[in-house]
């Protein structure tokens, strides 16, 4: 029996579980992407595989398996890099290191490096034969390549993500923002740009026109996947948009959260940034569907490879495509989708120096090769045992209108973005990271009592995804609930010492609402900011900025003012700018 068909014979009968009353226990962690190279001269494809705490190596001309490297669990690898001599170097998300290894045949381990608190990307500079390593709370890391301790750290800017060796610079993208950073060698930021605002058919809420009667809305750059060079030195960026329409909370396609496409409020998107690294070009999209995770490109530079994995599809599309100008295809379907068989969300993506194309789908585990000469393609079976969890599934699908919960809620944390809802006004989204089992009831309001009901409701209903089994709702939770809050900022020990007194004072009152283990009493109050909402949990606080319900304090230290409430949302008018500051380096080291 084939793997493929294995697969399949095991969901069914996970599925078929909730017959009897039992849950499977959870199984994996929030889709990121990229987590797979082939090396240069295509002898193997290495997998970092985040579900199973493992790195694998398969050498590709025979299938045959050249190592399997287990790691601690809740090292959770991620982003791969090759250097010069043919070590590979690998960002361990959880554990905050980067491991490298001696090459890809044997496994070896020659160092494991603490790096920060949560890095996401590694880059190869030939020019020093160094790593460089991106991180969350913003440090831009170098080390040796060869092994030893980080050479320089500078702080760039929060949420960093993936990292482009160009011509003696640096471009490093961020995640919710999609911005590119341009960096000098001494670690300076000398340029930014953001990918361009392009405008889309919406039609307006309930038939009516948009308020300048155009039917028209912003769609802005938001949640950058993927970046990868291409081999004439442009940057091709792999995003999502938020189309700006104003939501509906009632159910259907057109209505719930579909615009008047259609489709929903967040769109597949590609932009292009020149050589130079001082101009984006927003062109047409590779793709529809949810969560565009990773690219590749050819090394001939004729093919670009997309990873649709809310849609379970790959798409392979000519490069040619970066020079078509951005529209809008109300309507249009997507019909050039190249996945096969049904083997689960694919991650990942390479192309050999002949022109294969090997894509990792991490619930097989395998990785499919599809031949450059045709629609041949054969399964390289990985170490590890199938792996599937129904909630973990549910939550990175797409629906009939080409959204996902992860489409907001990426890496199961929040898109940064705030949404105007019909009724409601305007709703910042929440992280779910972070014990979200012990955080009910949910939404801002309280209004939604338990996770299922949230499913039926916002999933099934507004989302257009249609009706959900029993075991899909009952595996939600628990999923999620093993998903850990962001790692926190490093800050000044003495300072976040300093603020967790205050904190902690009866003067300020903070603790009445932020308290306990995940730091929420999960009670109801007025802050001072229209309405009675939720306490949130301030656990990983410091990434999700801008902040209230509405998202209109921008910062930390803002909050702490006029913005957030003033003496409503506790008694801090008394605090100096001093104690602020402490206050705020305590937050960001939760």
Known sequence: ????????????????????????????????????????????????????????????????????????????????????????????????????????????????????????????????????????????????????????????????????????????????????????????????????????????????PTPDGTGMVDAVAA???????????????????????????????????????????????????????????AVHALGKGALPVDLAVSKAGDKLALVVAGGHAVKVVGTTALTAPDQDDCGDPDDDDQGEDDLGAPTSVAFTPSGDLAIFYPELPGIVVRSNAGPLQHTISLPGGIGFDAGRAVFHRQTSIGIACASCHPEAREDGLVWNFATLGLRRTQSVAGGILARAPYHWTGDEHNLPTLMDDVFSQRMAGGTLTDLQKASLGPWLDRIAAPAPFSVDPAAAARGQAIFESPDTGCVACHGGALMTTNT???????????????????????????????????????????????????????????????????
């Open 223 to 281: 949640v950058a996947w993927r970046t990868i060079a291409l081999p004439d030195g442009r940057v091709v960026i792999s995003h999502q948009r938020q189309v700006k329409s104003q939501l509906d909370t009632q159910p259907g396609q057109t209505g719930g959260y579909g615009t008047g496409c259609g489709e929903g409020p967040i769109e597949i998107a590609t932009t292009v940034v020149s050589a130079d690294g001082i101009t984006a070009s």
């Open 1 to 208: 029996m084939s793997r493929a068909k294995t697969f399949l014979l095991f969901a069914f009968a996970v599925a078929g579980c909730s017959e009897h009353g039992t849950t499977p226990p959870p199984w994996g962690v929030p889709i990121s992407g990229g987590t797979m190279i082939v090396t240069r001269d295509g002898s193997h494809a290495v997998v970092a595989d985040p579900d199973r705490d493992r790195i694998a190596s398969v050498e590709l001309a025979t299938g045959g398996l050249a190592f399997d490297l287990p790691l601690t669990a809740g090292d959770e690898p991620g982003r791969l890099a090759e250097d010069g001599a043919g070590r590979i170097h690998v960002v361990l998300r959880r554990a905050g290191m980067i491991l490298t290894l001696a090459d890809a045949a044997s496994g070896t381990v020659v160092d494991r490096r603490f790096a920060c608190n949560e890095p996401r990307g590694v880059a190869y500079d030939a020019s020093n034969d160094s790593i460089y390593v991106a991180c969350t709370g913003g440090e831009l890391v170098t080390f040796p390549a060869a092994g030893g301790a980080a050479t320089r750290q500078v702080f760039l800017d929060r949420d960093l993500r993936d990292i482009i060796v160009q011509s003696g610079q640096l471009l490093v993208t961020r995640f919710k923002t999609a911005e590119v950073l341009r960096v000098d060698s001494t670690g300076a930021i000398v340029g930014r740009v953001l990918p361009p605002v392009v405008q889309r058919f919406d039609g307006g809420f309930g038939g009516e």
């Open 524 to 590: 109801m109050a007025n802050v001072g900011k229209g309405g009675t909402f939720k306490a949130p949990s301030l656990l990983g606080v410091g990434y999700r900025a801008p902040y209230m319900h509405d998202g209109t304090v921008p910062t930390l230290v803002e909050r702490f003012g006029p913005l957030g409430g003033g003496d409503q949302h506790g008694h801090t008018s008394q605090l100096t700018p001093e104690q602020v500051g402490d206050l705020v380096k305590y937050l960001e080291s939760l």
